[in-house]
């Protein structure tokens, strides 16, 4: 059976995936292809990647299916939650909700566009519902038998939250809390407030926060207990005379790229302390409901790493598996399993070992883009050698090997690299490569084998998508990655998954006593990450990379 999925919500994070007799194959966001940041559009270029990579023609397919329900059931939920009074029943969200349904409406929820596009299939096109496919998405690719599975986003229909039992190979629905009582909701309007993008830089949220001191009380918008979370959702929308209901209380919102002054650092701390003890309200729900410490996660809320680490730290759970593309781009994951659970049937259960599941290109593609750019370049005998001494000697180097990962994180595929011993670092690599927010901290790539050594509460680690508390005698000694509160947010490279980062991150140990190192996304501030062998190359010059490793080849500048 051969099985492609898809998101296509018209909100964020278009993406497409591909599956044979239960194997997933590919997967990629549309993001990656068309360089459009979050990209909402149908996932055109991302579905072609995934035939053009399983080699089969959309007749071959047996089901499509989309991670979004079937577009009366989002209007429906809108016309509920505007008689309700919990969503302002304005102008702008009138229009917003009519034009969405009428779009996705004519559309088919995408399936007219894929016949348009890729022309008639005898495969079975068909809607699964949001919540239900990030469910699939965390718990078919655990190494669980049973499990707990929790998700949290922003919205989907009518769902914000929801737990599910998983076990021997099903999902039994425990509860869903429905939209807008929604965390995603809430740190969005927040995000939003301090200046940043909502539904794209609640990273950034999450990075000030430890900058702040408690103090806020954020007591009108969530009230907190250990059992459950209630989000204020009429008063977070609620804007008069063009101020919002947080201004009105927490003073005027953060213009944007303008200073941060400590109310604002303090806000941040806030937000994410309520967070933290939301996601650790319903993860003790959900094991107590289901009786399973195994956890699973995903939706969008579950890429809060630090509250990630927090939960996998609290002694409530004996294995955590979080979806490492959580947010809405892996709902793909889900939906190209859910025909598995048609009559009782059983979803492939296929642990996710790594992320690697996107395009690659080979070194002779790679020489016809550095021929096209007429480009000095070296090929090389001991990759991974030559680019530790380059680390080794401070530069900061592109590193693109393999295929490209799937999920917001870069994992040594797509990535800058940089020698984590040295305190500038940090700022060097803002300076040159990212020019990003000077308070957003980088992340470690180390071995597997000594995360024990440099990390409390160690675990398996291959996402980047929890955080530690970096050992107090290690602290100084990869200052560029341990945050400001003493914390990392690690990948552990496995030798058997991914020997070549492993090779090179072993290598520079070997030259430094340190087999660790900064890895950082391969892409500028708010560009997408790199796909193929130009974007790389076009991201090299447009920065202060020192060199570029590609392939096996090396530029050097
Ligand atoms: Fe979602």
Same mark, same amino acid.
Request: aromatic share 10%.
């Given at each position: 059976?051969?099985?492609?999925?898809?998101?296509?919500?018209?909100?964020?994070?278009?993406?497409?995936?591909?599956?044979?007799?239960?194997?997933?194959?590919?997967?990629?966001?549309?993001?990656?292809?068309?360089?459009?940041?979050?990209?909402?559009?149908?996932?055109?270029?991302?579905?072609?990647?995934?035939?053009?990579?399983?080699?089969?023609?959309?007749?071959?397919?047996?089901?499509?299916?989309?991670?979004?329900?079937?577009?009366?059931?989002?209007?429906?939920?809108?016309?509920?939650?505007?008689?309700?009074?919990?969503?302002?029943?304005?102008?702008?969200?009138?229009?917003?909700?009519?034009?969405?349904?009428?779009?996705?409406?004519?559309?088919?929820?995408?399936?007219?566009?894929?016949?348009?596009?890729?022309?008639?299939?005898?495969?079975?096109?068909?809607?699964?519902?949001?919540?239900?496919?990030?469910?699939?998405?965390?718990?078919?690719?655990?190494?669980?038998?049973?499990?707990?599975?929790?998700?949290?986003?922003?919205?989907?229909?009518?769902?914000?939250?929801?737990?599910?039992?998983?076990?021997?190979?099903?999902?039994?629905?425990?509860?869903?809390?429905?939209?807008?009582?929604?965390?995603?909701?809430?740190?969005?309007?927040?995000?939003?407030?301090?200046?940043?993008?909502?539904?794209?830089?609640?990273?950034?949220?999450?990075?000030?926060?430890?900058?702040?001191?408690?103090?806020?009380?954020?007591?009108?918008?969530?009230?907190?207990?250990?059992?459950?979370?209630?989000?204020?959702?009429?008063?977070?929308?609620?804007?008069?005379?063009?101020?919002?209901?947080?201004?009105?209380?927490?003073?005027?919102?953060?213009?944007?790229?303008?200073?941060?002054?400590?109310?604002?650092?303090?806000?941040?701390?806030?937000?994410?302390?309520?967070?933290?003890?939301?996601?650790?309200?319903?993860?003790?729900?959900?094991?107590?409901?289901?009786?399973?410490?195994?956890?699973?996660?995903?939706?969008?809320? !579950?890429?809060?790493?630090? @509250? +990630? #680490? *927090? /939960?996998?730290?609290?002694?409530?759970?004996?294995?955590? $598996?979080?979806?490492? %593309?959580?947010?809405?781009?892996?709902?793909?994951?889900?939906?190209?399993?859910?025909?598995?659970?048609?009559?009782?049937?059983?979803?492939?259960?296929?642990?996710?070992?790594?992320?690697?599941?996107?395009?690659?290109?080979?070194?002779?593609?790679?020489?016809?883009?550095?021929?096209?750019?007429?480009?000095?370049?070296?090929?090389?005998?001991?990759?991974?050698?030559? !680019?530790?001494?380059?680390? @080794? +000697? #401070? *530069? /900061?180097?592109?590193?693109?090997?393999?295929?490209?990962? $799937?999920?917001?994180? %870069?994992?040594?595929?797509?990535?800058?690299?940089?020698?984590?011993?040295?305190?500038?670092?940090?700022?060097?690599?803002?300076?040159?490569?990212?020019?990003?927010?000077?308070?957003?901290?980088?992340?470690?790539?180390?071995?597997?084998?000594?995360?024990?050594?440099?990390?409390?509460?160690?675990?398996?680690?291959?996402?980047?998508?929890?955080?530690?508390?970096?050992?107090?005698?290690?602290?100084?000694?990869?200052?560029?990655?341990?945050?400001?509160?003493?914390?990392?947010?690690?990948?552990?490279?496995?030798?058997?998954?991914?020997?070549?980062?492993?090779?090179?991150?072993?290598?520079?140990?070997?030259?430094?006593?340190?087999?660790?190192?900064?890895?950082?996304?391969?892409?500028?501030?708010?560009?997408?990450?790199?796909?193929?062998?130009?974007?790389?190359?076009?991201?090299?010059?447009?920065?202060?990379?020192?060199?570029?490793?590609?392939?096996?080849?090396?530029?050097?500048?």
């Amino acid at each position: 059976m051969i099985t492609l999925g898809f998101n296509y919500s018209q909100m964020h994070d278009s993406s497409a995936c591909i599956a044979r007799d239960g194997e997933l194959l590919f997967a990629v966001a549309e993001e990656r292809i068309s360089r459009i940041k979050h990209d909402a559009g149908f996932p055109r270029l991302a579905i072609r990647a995934c035939l053009d990579f399983a080699e089969v023609g959309p007749d071959q397919l047996d089901f499509i299916c989309e991670g979004w329900p079937n577009p009366r059931k989002v209007f429906g939920t809108d016309l509920k939650t505007f008689l309700r009074g919990q969503y302002p029943l304005n102008y702008s969200n009138a229009l917003n909700s009519a034009r969405l349904y009428a779009s996705m409406a004519h559309q088919n929820g995408g399936f007219k566009l894929f016949t348009y596009h890729f022309g008639a299939t005898k495969a079975q096109m068909r809607f699964v519902d949001h919540h239900l496919a990030h469910a699939i998405s965390a718990y078919s690719y655990s190494a669980f038998d049973n499990a707990a599975i929790v998700v949290m986003d922003g919205r989907g229909a009518w769902e914000a939250s929801s737990i599910w039992h998983g076990h021997d190979g099903r999902l039994d629905h425990v509860l869903t809390i429905p939209w807008p009582n929604s965390l995603g909701l809430f740190y969005a309007q927040f995000t939003q407030y301090l200046g940043f993008v909502p539904n794209s830089d609640e990273w950034k949220v999450m990075g000030l926060a430890p900058y702040g001191n408690a103090g806020v009380n954020l007591g009108e918008f969530i009230s907190l207990n250990h059992e459950m979370y209630r989000v204020n959702a009429p008063l977070l929308f609620e804007r008069k005379n063009g101020t919002s209901a947080i201004a009105k209380r927490l003073g005027p919102e953060r213009t944007p790229e303008s200073e941060i002054d400590d109310s604002f650092k303090n806000v941040a701390f806030a937000v994410q302390d309520a967070c933290e003890t939301a996601m650790l309200a319903l993860v003790k729900l959900a094991t107590g409901k289901t009786g399973s410490r195994n956890v699973c996660l995903a939706g969008g809320v !579950a890429l809060n790493s630090k @509250a +990630n #680490g *927090k /939960i996998q730290a609290s002694g409530m759970v004996d294995n955590i $598996f979080i979806q490492p %593309a959580a947010s809405d781009d892996g709902v793909a994951l889900g939906a190209v399993f859910a025909p598995y659970l048609d009559k009782g049937g059983q979803l492939p259960m296929k642990p996710l070992r790594h992320a690697y599941l996107g395009p690659e290109f080979s070194d002779s593609e790679i020489e016809k883009a550095l021929v096209t750019y007429k480009l000095r370049a070296f090929k090389l005998n001991d990759i991974a050698a030559t !680019a530790a001494e380059l680390l @080794a +000697n #401070g *530069k /900061i180097i592109g590193w693109f090997q393999g295929r490209m990962e $799937f999920g917001p994180r %870069a994992l040594g595929h797509r990535s800058i690299l940089a020698d984590p011993r040295d305190p500038e670092m940090n700022a060097k690599v803002n300076n040159a490569v990212k020019f990003r927010e000077w308070w957003r901290p980088f992340a470690p790539s180390m071995l597997k084998e000594v995360a024990a050594e440099y990390l409390e509460h160690a675990c398996d680690s291959p996402f980047m998508i929890l955080t530690n508390p970096v050992r107090p005698e290690k602290r100084g000694v990869i200052p560029s990655v341990t945050h400001v509160d003493g914390s990392a947010r690690p990948q552990t490279v496995d030798k058997e998954i991914e020997p070549l980062y492993w090779n090179l991150i072993n290598e520079f140990g070997k030259r430094t006593g340190v087999p660790v190192l900064m890895n950082t996304s391969f892409n500028l501030r708010g560009e997408a990450i790199v796909n193929t062998p130009t974007d790389a190359i076009r991201t090299f010059f447009s920065s202060g990379m020192d060199a570029l490793v590609i392939g096996s080849y090396l530029v050097e500048k």
